[in-house]
């Protein structure tokens, strides 16, 4: 659900149909005359991707350094099956879809949350992650139990996102962050109050260390899909891409990718 650097939260039906997509992303049109940029990326022998490598557990790195995390898996499986090797470009959430339109990747990576404004400039692949978003606070925080608390108080952002968005709307101060472990340092250290992001990611932040003083005190009423994100009119990328998923769906790849990092099937 990019949501932010937290979310992060993730219904799913995965098809190989393109142009038709239960999600509800409509139709996707390719330009008269366009280069067939799947062909291109065969041509070539890997996709460009981008994604951010600090929002744990979706996209990060290892203690040895090394990137990893659902997201990461999820679009090198999906590379291996189209026949390509993933070539991922490291970039702040703030510039994700900047770099997109200049090119600089073929596809995002990133827990992106389907919405209607970005389906009016972008392709999504069919969603692969349900997902909430929750209001997290210091442990020792009795002032704020749900979300319209936020008004007046500072809460840790990304400035972009769909959950920043949540928060302005329930009167909160936002405080700009790169990505979810910043936002969580800066929670800790009492220079925020709140951050809202993603459930998942809170979840795994408690798994790893589970003596973090943070708490959820709410979360919002609906869910929301996300879906790998491709620039307007590549129809054969999008079908191709819907396909490897369909297909990880199927044979059970991806399930054991998300059992991996959550412990469940996060589609559903």
Not at 10 to 33: D, H
Not at 88 to 103: C, N, Q, R, S, Y
Not at 222 to 229: D, F, I, R, T
Not at 232 to 247: F, H, Q
Request: hydrophobic residues 35%; contains cysteine.
């Amino acid at each position: 659900m990019r949501y932010t650097g937290l979310a992060a939260v993730m219904l799913l039906s995965f098809t190989s149909a393109c142009g038709k997509n239960e999600s509800g992303n409509g139709n996707v049109a390719e330009a008269p005359g366009k280069t067939n940029l799947l062909e291109s990326i065969k041509g070539s022998g890997e996709i460009k991707i981008g994604t951010e490598g600090t929002y744990a557990p979706f996209t990060f790195h290892d203690k040895d350094g090394k990137l990893t995390g659902f997201d990461v898996e999820i679009a090198e499986e999906v590379a291996k099956r189209i026949g390509v090797k993933p070539n991922f470009i490291e970039t702040k959430w703030d510039g994700m879809l900047a770099g997109l339109d200049a090119k600089r990747f073929d596809m995002v990576a990133n827990e992106v949350t389907i919405r209607e404004d970005r389906q009016e400039k972008y392709d999504f692949s069919d969603p692969y992650i349900l997902s909430k978003a929750v209001l997290i606070v210091k442990d020792s925080n009795t002032d704020i139990k749900k979300l319209a608390d936020l008004k007046g108080k500072k809460s840790g952002q990304s400035l972009t996102s769909d959950l920043g968005d949540i928060a302005k709307g329930n009167g909160a101060e936002l405080v700009p962050i790169d990505g979810f472990n910043q936002a969580i340092d800066l929670l800790v250290s009492g220079r925020i109050d709140a951050t809202i992001n993603d459930k998942l990611s809170f979840l795994d932040l408690k798994k790893q260390k589970p003596d973090v003083p943070i708490k959820v005190v709410d979360e919002t009423n609906n869910a929301s899909q996300s879906g790998l994100l491709f620039h307007k009119g590549n129809a054969e990328l999008v079908s191709a891409v819907n396909k490897a998923l369909s297909d990880m769906k199927a044979d059970g790849k991806y399930l054991e990718i998300s059992s991996k990092y959550f412990g469940e099937d996060v589609s559903k």
